[in-house]
């Protein structure tokens, strides 16, 4: 074999891809540097040159043949797995299943194999086949193994054969509302959404809007104190909570407070409350909620309190305990004690970070019951981002199964033409199953634990993910594959079992098979009306063209509101940031191009039925000669709400005529303030949540966004 096969061969070992299609359908090659420097951050010792290739790829196949049982096996419900075994060559094997209630299966059927014996480091090893057996029940459970003086075990992993909470949207299908919790604001928050917010919006846009579910931005725990990062999808733990969400009135100790504490904590908060359109500030926030956070807790809490914080500790566990010893670490680190104060320990500050969690996961179930209670089907949706803060804690406690070598991002497309890195360490997907995906599997139980659905960001990260080595740009990037059965596998399992539905954000670059994948798994994907084309190629996709499973809107986070797009904000604001790699000319004229052919669908579809565009034909209009606002955005969303999508999503944003983005993706917060826009109506006014049933805008979107 040449150089490069023995490379490329090194590569695949290890899910490394040597090619990958662009965007545009075009081969893109990985170089030579690339291949390795991505081996390099996946722990492969090799260099560039033939024979340290040659030993690696021995070392690679000597493991696998010496290795008793698998990392972790993952197998479907009602389908028979047959998995391999290692033993000495010639030896007896006993082999069972023990279930997760402690049931005993054994034997279990061997199956032919005619492998040849490989000897590693003088030992001859063989290998036996053995059956799972398709009857076997959902859940996480054991194989055993006895060979001679070998014993070994790994956990057996069985998944449904699709997750079946989505079904019954299928034939009858449900709305709902998306917004960025952060941004939306009430009379008593402090200056952005909290969890009492949550509860109150979902409340309303049940009972005005007729949704089923309200989906929100990521709400993982960021920085432990100020400053912390305002992106809610690069956070330092996507387990658990961020405490800056935590309405501080609706702590039960706060009852407890004297009313002069509580005159100081109206002034303390007076400030921050109110509205306004300049960008929210978190950290001043959080360092108020913090002082009354620390306050709270030195109270003396009752009997049923700390019976109630107790259980909550040890049905998190491990995780738990090592996520609050990262915040106290770091705390005590940044020595931000008042002088001559009294230093706590690791353990004493770190009980502290436990009980602000454990407040979060009362005020999240909390905003569930309300959601629930106003008659949504789903209620509260929670958003999982792709990864975490390279710096964070997750980066730390779980860096035996990340690969902090690489950053995840993704290749250049027509919308980020040099590509993105998100900075995040990714999965390493050996590494991961090693530890039989349980950091996966605790990750969705917490998600789901008060949650009626889930949005899975980027979910063709359960597939493969871009690579970029540190230091390098995107454009320098690959992809590593990962075991879809084993990641997908789970999902599908933890939402099962908590009833909850499952969307997969999967947009962007991939294999057409993936969305097969998903939707026979029973996971809904997304469609964006603005990005969705015909499969017959002929244009915008029709009305009934629209997958059945799937989340259907018109636009996402990372775009402008309905109203912004319509007017080119979206071209405008990238030419102003310097981030288009082509002439604004030239994005103008094949964005609204594009724009008036999904007009025209609209059309054809009789969604301007009632308004002044009736009878419009959009192809070669201008911006500004298409008519009303307000009339596109109803037929809009008529268009959408009349899909075969099981779900559909109304943006919050576009239901008040606000025109800002949220997000631009390709910039940080000195060219743009991300993830700091508060929620405004068409004329740049701030909103409460409160004042929005009053609006025609709002009722009259949610009237045209109804099924």
Known sequence: ???????????????????????????????????????????????????????????????????????????????????????????DVRIWIELEDGTHIEPLEQRENWNPPRVVDGQAWGEASFVAPPTLPLGWHRIHMISGSIESSCQLIVTPQRLSTADKYVDNPATGVMAQLYSVRSEDSWGMGDFHDLGELAEIV??????????????????????IEDSPYL??????????????????????????????????????????????????????????????YAMPHSDERREAFKTYVEREGKGLRDFARWCAERELEAGLLPAHAIEPDTEELGEFYMWLQFLCDEQLAAAQERALAAGMS????????????????????????????????????????????????PWHPEKLAEDAYRPWRDLVRTMVRHAGGIRVDHVLGLFRLFWIPRGETPLDGTYVRYSHEALVGILALEAERAGAVVIGEDLGTFEPW??????????????????????????????????????ASIG???????????????????????ILARPAKVEEEEDLEWQNEVLDRVAEAGCFEGTALAGTEFEGLARDERGDT??????????????????TCTLLVDMVGDRRAQNQPGTTNDLYPNWCVPLCDAEGKPLYISQLPKLKLYQQVAEAAKR
């Open 1 to 91: 074999m040449t150089y490069h096969e023995l490379l490329n061969e090194l590569a695949a070992c290890h899910g490394v891809a040597t090619t990958y299609m662009s965007s545009t359908g075009e081969e893109v090659p990985v170089t030579e540097a690339t291949k390795i420097k991505t081996l390099h951050a996946l722990g492969v010792d090799v260099e560039a040159n033939e024979t340290s290739i040659s030993d690696a790829l021995v070392r690679f196949y000597d493991r696998q043949a010496s290795r008793p049982l698998p990392p972790c096996v993952v197998a479907v419900c009602g389908y028979e797995y047959v998995f391999h075994v290692h033993v000495h060559d010639g030896e």
């Open 206 to 227: 049940a009972k005005t809007a007729g949704a089923d579910y309200l989906l929100v931005n990521p709400m993982h725990a960021a920085q432990p104190f100020p400053p």
């Open 235 to 296: 956070p330092t733990t996507r387990r658990f909570h961020n405490p800056l969400y935590l309405r501080v009135e609706d702590i039960p100790e706060f009852e407890q407070l004297d009313k002069e504490l509580v005159a100081e904590i109206g002034e303390l908060s007076a400030p921050l409350k109110g509205l306004s359109t300049d960008p929210i500030e978190r950290s001043p926030i959080y360092e108020a909620k913090l002082q009354v956070l620390r306050e709270l």
């Open 378 to 425: 789903i209620g509260i949706m929670a958003d999982l981002a792709v990864g975490v803060h390279p710096g964070g804690a997750d980066a730390e406690n779980l860096a035996s199964v990340l690969a902090p070598a690489a950053s995840v991002g993704a290749p250049a497309d027509n919308y980020n033409q040099q590509g993105q890195d998100w900075s995040q360490p």
């Open 514 to 551: 993936v969305q097969d994948v998903l939707s026979e798994r029973g996971i809904l994907g997304t469609s964006l009306l603005w990005f969705e084309g015909s499969p017959q190629g002929d244009g915008p996709r029709r009305q009934e063209e629209y997958r059945s499973l799937a989340l």
């Open 556 to 578: 996402s986070h990372d775009l402008p509101p309905c109203a912004g797009c319509l007017d080119g904000e979206h071209i405008r604001l990238r030419e102003e940031l310097g």
């Open 630 to 647: 307000t009339d596109l955005l109803i037929g809009m969303h008529r268009f959408v709400a009349g899909t075969a999508s099981a779900l």
